[in-house]
């Protein structure tokens, strides 16, 4: 069993919607959760990192951690051409934790 | 400032052969990692390097070595290419105490017939 566990997709919804993505783990140890955007051909960038568990809000974005599910979301609210790309979950026991586990990715199309 | 840069962009070997990835960051950063992506498998990390001077083994470590030649600069060498190395491989630096920031350079896609 993989620590952490993505759905690969594709995901393909149209301009402006609601998109939900997601990733389960089984370390409970793990207390940094972050996702990271990869665009074709391009190197990862972090979107956005989370603490332990609760929610944060970026723009149209928002991240959930659940520990106690030991699952974590992604909400991308109207939703743009410009967020197609493949989505990856990633997590970290501490923040200068010298390895982090990362997700095998969701690759998401938004349709204009 | 460039960030992670890496060199080759693109490279194709033949079995055995031998090759080194560059990699060099401008961020003064202490951490460098090196990973490979393959479909379906994520980024899995080969070697790591914590602050300079310093190397440590990933999760998928055979068949590549590492120097960290300066704080700027991370090498990965494959001394004997085998066609399970064909990849995209990626380097990423981060400070020592946000690691789970990283920047990423652009990849190097190496295939090995």
């Known amino acids: 069993q993989k620590e952490v566990e993505q759905d690969p997709g594709p995901l393909s919804v149209p301009e402006g919607a609601i998109v939900s993505l997601n990733c389960t783990y089984s370390n409970s140890a793990f207390q940094y959760f972050m996702w990271y955007r990869q665009y074709s051909r391009k190197g990862p960038e972090l979107l956005m990192y989370?603490?332990?568990?609760g929610n944060k809000e970026d723009g149209r974005f928002t991240a959930q951690v659940d520990k106690s599910s030991k699952y974590i979301s992604l909400f991308i609210r109207d939703s743009q051409p410009s967020d197609s790309a493949t989505y990856l979950c990633?997590?970290?026991?501490?923040?200068?934790?010298?390895?982090?586990?990362f997700g095998s990715g969701t690759r998401l199309s938004i349709r204009p | 400032n460039a960030g992670v840069t890496q060199t080759p962009k693109f490279q194709v070997l033949k079995t055995g052969q031998s090759m080194t990835l560059q990699c060099a960051q401008d961020?003064?950063?202490?951490?460098m990692y090196w990973y490979r992506q393959d479909p379906g498998m994520g980024l899995r990390l080969i070697y790591y390097s914590a602050s300079e001077g310093t190397t440590d083994k990933g999760e998928v470590p055979n068949g590549y070595n590492v120097s960290r030649l300066n704080k700027r600069e991370f090498s990965l060498r494959l001394e004997s290419a085998a066609p399970s190395q064909t990849s995209v491989y990626f380097c990423a630096s981060s400070d020592g105490d946000s690691t789970y920031e990283q920047y990423f350079g652009p990849g190097t896609r190496l295939t090995v017939t």
């Open positions: 990633a997590m970290a026991l501490y923040s200068s934790a010298s390895k982090i586990i």
């Open positions: 989370t603490y332990s568990s």
């Open positions: 961020m003064n950063h202490n951490s």
